[in-house]
């Protein structure tokens, strides 16, 4: 199976930068699609951003555009989330998704990572 563990939140105050990691535990990712995804406490879990592993299409939810981008590093086995200009509605836990297609619904993807905490002080 895929194993994925997230890495690199913290605190940061509102308008600085965090970049987040996502290693997988296989040597490729090939043919997957991997996600971020994200929940505060009490809410229901919501798409960030996503990318096809090969041609490295993506895509992003509208709060986020301009503001964080999605990576991968085919070397390194690893994606990244790189914020910037973070805002405190941007705290959250966020995870990581491996599936075999993409898109905006959680249910469709098939590993996650442990979650990583973000936390934006206004």
């Known amino acids: 199976q895929v194993q994925l563990v997230e890495s690199g939140g913290g605190l940061v105050q509102a308008g600085g930068s965090l970049r987040l990691s996502c290693a997988a535990s296989?040597?490729?990712?090939?043919?997957?699609?991997v996600a971020w995804f994200r929940q505060a406490p009490g809410k229901e879990r919501e798409f960030v951003a996503d990318?096809?592993?090969?041609?490295?299409?993506?895509s992003y939810h509208d709060s986020v555009k301009g503001r964080f981008t999605i990576s991968r590093d085919n070397i390194k086995n690893t994606a990244y989330l790189q914020m910037n200009s973070l805002k405190p509605e941007d705290t959250a836990v966020y995870y990581c998704?491996?599936?075999?297609?993409?898109?905006?619904?959680?249910?469709?993807?098939?590993?996650w990572g442990q979650g990583t905490q973000v936390t934006v002080s206004s």
């Open positions: 990318i096809r592993w090969i041609g490295s299409t993506s």
């Open positions: 998704a491996a599936g075999r297609g993409g898109g905006t619904d959680y249910k469709i993807y098939n590993y």
């Open positions: 296989r040597r490729t990712l090939n043919p997957y699609h």
